[in-house]
Structure formats: structure tokens, C-alpha cells
């Protein structure tokens, strides 16, 4: 199995943001935190923490951004 691409979750002081989610989302980022739980042998963490770990994972992997950030 291939591994997840996140890693443990880290602890910083947040802002507050709200968003909707469609319930299917929601019931993956449980499904995800289990797993994310099962590989890294800790406790799953709740759906919110693994949003901004996700969106800081999938803007760090954005070439194009990075490119245009860095003009």
C-alpha cells in the first residue's frame, strides 16, 4: 500500500475559518485521519486538522505557484 502524503500533524496556533463540507468529504477526511492514524500510531486526528495540513500539502506541490510566488 502506498503511503499517505501526510505526516503527522502539527501544532501551531490556528485562525479560524468556516467551511461547509458536503457530508461524503467529511466521511473521508474520517476515513483518512484512521488511516493517517493506522501508519503513523497515533490517534486520529479530527476532520479539521487534517484540512489545513491538506491545502498547506497541496500548495506546496503546485509547481505553477510556487513559479509565481518566486517572481
Do not use: N, W
Amino acid at each position: 500500500m502506498k503511503r499517505l502524503k501526510l505526516g503527522p500533524i502539527s501544532d501551531e496556533r490556528p485562525v479560524k475559518v468556516t467551511v461547509e463540507l458536503p457530508a461524503a468529504l467529511y466521511r473521508d477526511l474520517i476515513a483518512y485521519g484512521e488511516q493517517l492514524a493506522q501508519e503513523t500510531g497515533t490517534a486520529a486526528p479530527e476532520p479539521a486538522r487534517l484540512i489545513p495540513a491538506m491545502i498547506g500539502q497541496f500548495i506546496s506541490a503546485d509547481r505553477a505557484f510556487a513559479k509565481s510566488r518566486s517572481k
